[in-house]
């Protein structure tokens, strides 16, 4: 882990007595309590994804909070200082991250984060800021700032009972049990990894799926991170799809799924292109989404469509998923 001293003064202070303070959220009780008080924050807004990325790429951290006069938050907004060699040197919230833009109590604060960082812009050598969120909320509050949707999500709500999933309408949902179904018989079952040499052994056919998407891949280490920092507090997990033979498994596919709150990610997977006849990925999502519900979720995303994968959105929609958009 990087060791950032967090500078004291404030960056920039109001009439209210509020102020825009430089902060680092692993290290600042304040930003885990003020994540877990809003509704609208995402798991990618948590402490414990910032510790993620700060042990896996190094980055420079520049989170900035909205401190009110009693020294409580009552807005954040996580941020990294990324070099790229084809970009340049930028500032994001946040890199390698679907979502995670500013979060604030009310308009005032929201605003004063969204300033501050491009005033630190104009004090750096970054070149470019970077703010995802889910709305363009943030286009025109600042003088050069410009909203533009790219790479949909797909999310699907849950009813309050399993037993009233519908996956699509009625052709695509008696379908996808009939796919389901045929995996079990063909002996497919659905585990947990439960160790990190499980980990590695996904983390293999993750490897082929980027390649034959020729999508660079994330690293072992960042794996390694969220595994070592989520998993034990349960907002992250792999969920592993094995053919049985007797006392014989042979590893057909993967997902990585993280929580925060009534809301259950699909991140990344992998799975063996000569077993998709098997519909691997069919009972893993099916037991993620049945398990999802059964745990109190309200939602599930599917996760993003890169730009020209209508594979993705065509999967998606035929399980009744709906389309959202997200602005950079």
Not at 201 to 214: E, G, P, V
Request: aromatic content about 8%; proline content about 6%.
């Amino acid at each position: 882990m990087i060791d950032v001293r967090v500078p004291q003064a404030p960056v920039g202070t109001d009439d209210d007595g509020r102020r825009i303070v430089d902060v680092h959220p692993v290290r600042d009780p304040r930003w885990q309590a003020f994540v877990d008080s809003r509704d609208d924050a995402t798991i990618f807004h948590d402490a414990s994804w910032f510790e993620v990325l700060e042990r896996t790429y190094r980055y420079r951290p520049a989170a900035l909070a909205c401190e009110a006069a009693d020294g409580s938050l009552v807005g954040v907004l996580p941020l990294f200082e990324k070099p790229s060699l084809l970009a340049g040197r930028h500032l994001s919230s946040l890199p390698h991250t679907p979502i995670a833009g500013p979060i604030a109590a009310d308009r005032n604060a929201l605003h004063g984060l969204v300033s501050a960082a491009v005033d630190r812009l104009h004090g750096s050598s970054c070149r470019w800021l970077q703010l995802k969120v889910v709305s363009q909320q943030l286009t025109g509050m600042v003088d050069g700032l410009v909203g533009s949707a790219w790479e949909p999500t797909f999310v699907l709500e849950l009813p309050d009972q399993p037993e009233q999933l519908r996956f699509g309408d009625s052709r695509n949902n008696a379908r996808i049990r009939w796919a389901v179904r045929a995996a079990h018989r063909r002996g497919v079952g659905i585990r947990r990894a439960s160790s990190r040499s499980d980990l590695k052994a996904w983390y293999r056919l993750y490897l082929d799926t980027m390649r034959s998407h020729a999508v660079p891949p994330r690293s072992f280490r960042h794996f390694e991170a969220m595994w070592e920092i989520l998993g034990p507090a349960g907002k992250m997990w792999l969920l592993l799809a094995e053919l049985r033979n007797g006392r014989e498994t042979e590893l057909l596919a993967g997902t990585v799924f993280v929580r925060r709150g009534p809301v259950v990610s699909s991140l990344f997977s992998g799975s063996r292109r000569d077993a998709l006849h098997l519909r691997p990925n069919d009972a893993l999502q099916w037991h993620a989404i049945n398990e999802a519900c059964e745990q109190g979720a309200r939602v599930f995303d599917f996760g993003r469509a890169a730009e020209g994968n209508k594979g993705h959105a065509n999967y998606t929609e035929k399980r009744g998923a709906r389309p959202g958009m997200t602005y950079s």
